[in-house]
C-alpha cells in the first residue's frame, strides 16, 4: 500500500477512536470534514477492508458507513441537484441511495471480513451478511421508481440508449441478488461461504456505482430536463410502488401532472446547458424524440388509458378467463366470448335475463346470499371451486363498483383450474426467471 | 297381474318373436301399429320390466325400446306440434328427446334386470348399466338449450313458475346421474349394485317423464307462442351449445333473430287460445311480463351486451387478474387497476411507452418474439410461469383481434397461482358440487 493511501488509513483509524470516545457526532463532524476533504468517497470502502485486515472490529467499522454517507453527504448527492425540495421524489430517491449506499458498504466490509476469516469465526459474519443482503431486497422498488417513472419520460424525448443501458445494470443487480439470496440458503461450507462472500462483494460494489452514476449524472439531468409537472405526475404514481424511507413532509407541487404521452418531446437549449456533461454526451447523440399520441380521436377514456370499442372487445376475447356481468338490478348486461374452450356457455339470450334465473332453484339461496353480501360492501368478492366434468374451476364473484364505491353490478369470473391443481409439480416445472 | 295387462303381455311379445324373425321393421310396424293402440306409451316400460321377469332375453328387449319410440313417435311429440320444420330447433329437441326416452327405457330394462339377477350374472348388466348411464351424460346438453334458450322467452313474457319447476327437475336429473355415476365407480358388493340398480330406475323414470312433459306441455306451448324471429336467434345461440343429434338439414328462418329483451312481453288472445291446457292455466295465472330495457342511453354496445364506460372500468377493477394492453404498434395503451395486490406495479407513467421499454434489456429477446409470434398468427396465445417473491405467477400473452382477425394488439394478463400450486389439497378441498 502506498504511502499515502496509509495516511489516510491512519486519519481515518483516529477518526474511528475519537467516534469511539465522545458522543457528540455533530461536533465531531465539523472537526473531520477538512481532515476528510483529501479523502475520495469511493476511495472510503477500499479503506475500510484495510482496517478489516488491520483487526480493527467489524462492529467499529460498520459506524463508519454511517459516518461516510453523512459526512459526503453533499458530494454525493452534487452540486447540481441544490434547490431539489424536501419530499421532491428526487429528494425522497436521493434518501434512498443513502441507505443504500450505507447497507452496500456494510455488505461491503461484512463480506470482506468474511474472506479472511478463520472457519470457526465464519458463522456469525455469514448470519450478518445474509441479514444484509435481505435487507437490500428493497432495492428493487428504488430501481423500479427509476425504471417506470424516470424512464419514460426521458424515451418521450428520444433518450433510449442511457435508459437502457442502466436498467440493464439495475438488473444485473437484482439478479445477482436474487442468486445470492438462493445461494446463502441452508448450511454452507466454509469454501462455499467465502464464495458467496466474493460475489456479495461484486454486487456490493455494484450497487454503490450504480448510486454514484444516478446521484451524478441522471439525476442532475432529469432535474435538468423535467418540469415541475412531470415531477408532480411522478410524485403521485411514486405512492404505488412507495419509498424505502419515509418521507418527513409531503412536497406539495405547483403544476399539474403531466404523463410522458402528455410533454412535448424537444429539449430546450437551456436543459441542454445544464446537463451534466456526461449524460449530454451520451444521450444527444442520436435523439429521436417521440411524438406518439395516445388518444385518439373516439377513444373510451378508462382512467388508466385509452380504448376503443373494438379493443375493449377484443381484450375480453383474449382473457384467459369467463366473464358475466349482471348490474345492480341484478340483470345480465354483458358476458365475454371468450377463445378458449368454455366452461359454462353462455348464449346472448340470456342478455337482459335476471341473475336468479340463470341457476338451478337450489342455487337460489346461495347466490342471493352472495350478491346481497357483495351489495351490502361486507365482502368484494367471493370464491367457489366447483367441478364441470373433469375439470375443476373456479368461480369468482366481483363486486364492480364505480369510483365513490357505489355498488354498479356483480362480475362471474370463471377460470379453469384443473392444470395448477391436478399437475401443480409440471407446471411449477415450467417456472422461469423473468 | 290383472288380465288386461296379461293380454298385452302377450301381444308385445307375439310382436318381439316377429322382430325377431322378420326382416322388415316396417312391414312389422304397419301391422302392429292398429295391435299396439290398446298400449299406452307410459305401459311400456312397465310390460318390458314384465318380460325381463318372465326370461325374455335383455338383448330382444332392448331392440323393442327403439320400436316403441318409432311407432309412438306421432303420440309423443303431439299433433300440435305439426308442422315444425325439419332443422327448426323444436325439431331438434324432439328428436333429442326419442334418443334420450330409448335411453331411459334401456337403462329402464337393465337396471330392472340387474335387480332380479343372480349374483353370478350381475357383472355384464352392471357393465351395461354404467355404459347407458355414460351415454345418458348428454342429457346436460339438452337440457341447457331448453334452460338457457326457451326459458329466458317466457320470462320475458312473465311466465316465471313453470320454468323454474322445470329447471328444478332438470336439475334433479343431473344431480342423480352424477350421484349415480360416481357411486358405479369401482367394484362394488352385489348389494351395492342392487342399490344403485335401484337409484338408475328412479332417474329412467323421472328423465322419461320429463320428456313427456317437455313434447306433450312445454314444446306445444312455445310453439304456439315464439315468433319465427325468436326461433331464428334460438336456432344460432344452439349452435355454441350442440346438439345430441345430427341435423339433416339447417333450417332457414324467414325472420331476422329477435332476443329475449328485443321481444314484446305481451301475449296474444290467439297464442293463449292455441296454449296445452296444463300450461294455460299454470302460466297465466300470475303473468308480470318483463319490461326490463337492456340498451340504455350512452351504453357501448360489445356484441354480447351493453355496458357503461364506468361498468367497463369497474369490470377491469373487479377482475382477480391484472390486464395491460399494448396496441398494434406495441405501445401500451391500457392497464387495469386492480383491487386485489399487485404483482406487477403499474403506474399511468407507462401509457404510451413501447412495450420493449417495459422489460429490462434482458428480455428483449423474449417479448419480441412472443409479440411477432402473435402478429403473424402462429399462435394466440404463449403462457409464462414466473415467482416473484415467494409467489408464483402465470404471465398469459393474448392476441387481440378483431372480428375480420386483424391485430389489434396484446394483452398481458397476470394471476398469482401461488396457493393453487403450493397447496392444491387445500383448495380442492373446498371444491363443492354447484
Redesign the interface.
Same mark, same amino acid.
Given at each position: 500500500m502506498a504511502n499515502m493511501e496509509a495516511q489516510k488509513i491512519e486519519l481515518v483509524k483516529s477518526l474511528l477512536r475519537r467516534l469511539h470516545e465522545e458522543a457528540n457526532v455533530e461536533e465531531l463532524k465539523r472537526e473531520f470534514k477538512q481532515v476528510l476533504s483529501t479523502v475520495q468517497p469511493w476511495e472510503i470502502p477500499l479503506i475500510e477492508q484495510q482496517l478489516v485486515k488491520e483487526g480493527v472490529p467489524i462492529s467499529e467499522i460498520l459506524k463508519l458507513c454511517d459516518l461516510h454517507v453523512d459526512l459526503f453527504r453533499e458530494y454525493l448527492a452534487g452540486r447540481e441537484l441544490r434547490g431539489v425540495p424536501e419530499g421532491h421524489p428526487l429528494d425522497l430517491l436521493l434518501k434512498e441511495n443513502e441507505l443504500l449506499l450505507k447497507l452496500s458498504e456494510q455488505l461491503s466490509v461484512v463480506a470482506g471480513a468474511l474472506q479472511s476469516a478463520r472457519n470457526e469465526e465464519l458463522k456469525p459474519l455469514f448470519e450478518q451478511m445474509k441479514a444484509l443482503l435481505r435487507s437490500l431486497r428493497g432495492i428493487r422498488t428504488h430501481y423500479?421508481k427509476v425504471q417506470?417513472?424516470i424512464?419514460?419520460?426521458l424515451?418521450?424525448r428520444g433518450i433510449?440508449a442511457i435508459?437502457?443501458v442502466l +436498467?440493464?445494470r439495475?438488473?444485473g443487480v437484482i439478479?445477482k441478488l436474487r442468486a445470492l439470496l438462493k445461494g446463502v440458503e441452508g448450511e454452507l461450507p466454509p469454501s462455499e461461504v467465502r464464495l458467496m462472500a466474493e460475489e456479495a462483494l461484486k454486487l456490493a460494489r455494484e450497487v454503490s456505482e450504480l448510486v454514484f452514476r444516478e446521484n451524478k449524472i441522471l439525476y442532475p439531468a432529469v432535474f435538468a430536463l423535467f418540469s415541475e409537472g412531470e415531477w408532480a405526475?411522478?410524485a403521485e404514481?411514486?405512492e404505488?410502488?412507495g419509498y424505502l424511507v419515509k418521507p418527513e413532509r409531503k412536497w406539495e407541487p405547483r403544476a399539474e401532472p403531466l404523463?410522458?404521452?402528455q410533454v412535448d418531446p424537444q429539449i430546450s437549449g437551456e436543459a441542454v446547458e445544464k446537463l451534466p456533461p456526461e449524460f449530454r454526451e451520451t444521450a444527444l447523440l442520436r435523439l429521436e424524440p417521440?411524438a406518439?399520441q395516445?388518444k385518439r380521436e373516439g377513444d373510451?377514456?378508462?382512467?388508466?388509458?385509452?380504448?376503443t #370499442?373494438?379493443?375493449?372487445?377484443?381484450?375480453?376475447?383474449?382473457?384467459?378467463?369467463e366473464?358475466t356481468?349482471a348490474?345492480a338490478?341484478d340483470?345480465?348486461?354483458?358476458?365475454?366470448?371468450g377463445?378458449l374452450p368454455?366452461v359454462f356457455?353462455?348464449?346472448?339470450?340470456?342478455?337482459?335475463?335476471?341473475l336468479l334465473?340463470c341457476h338451478?332453484?337450489?342455487?337460489e339461496r346461495l347466490v342471493n346470499e352472495t350478491v346481497e353480501a357483495l351489495k351490502r360492501g361486507e365482502a368484494?368478492?367471493r370464491e367457489? +371451486?366447483?367441478?364441470i366434468g373433469d375439470r375443476?374451476v373456479r368461480?369468482?364473484i366481483?363486486?364492480?363498483?364505480?369510483e365513490e364505491g357505489n355498488y354498479?353490478?356483480a362480475?362471474e369470473?370463471v377460470e379453469d383450474?384443473t392444470e395448477? #391443481?391436478?399437475n401443480?409439480e409440471e407446471?411449477?416445472k415450467?417456472?422461469?426467471?423473468?
Open positions: 423500479r417506470m417513472l424512464f419514460p419520460y424515451e418521450r433510449v435508459p437502457r +436498467w440493464g439495475e438488473d439478479v405526475a411522478i404514481e411514486a404505488k410502488i404523463l410522458p404521452h417521440d406518439y395516445l373510451l377514456d378508462l382512467g388508466t388509458g385509452f380504448l #370499442l373494438g379493443e375493449v372487445k377484443g381484450i375480453f376475447e383474449a382473457l384467459p378467463v366473464v356481468f348490474d338490478s340483470r345480465v348486461r354483458f358476458y365475454s366470448d377463445r368454455s356457455v353462455r348464449t346472448r339470450t340470456i342478455l337482459g335475463r335476471r334465473f338451478p332453484p337450489r342455487l368484494n368478492y367457489f +371451486w366447483t367441478r375443476v368461480v369468482f366481483s363486486a364492480v363498483r364505480d354498479l353490478g362480475v369470473v383450474f395448477a #391443481l391436478k401443480p407446471v411449477l415450467k417456472v422461469v426467471v423473468l
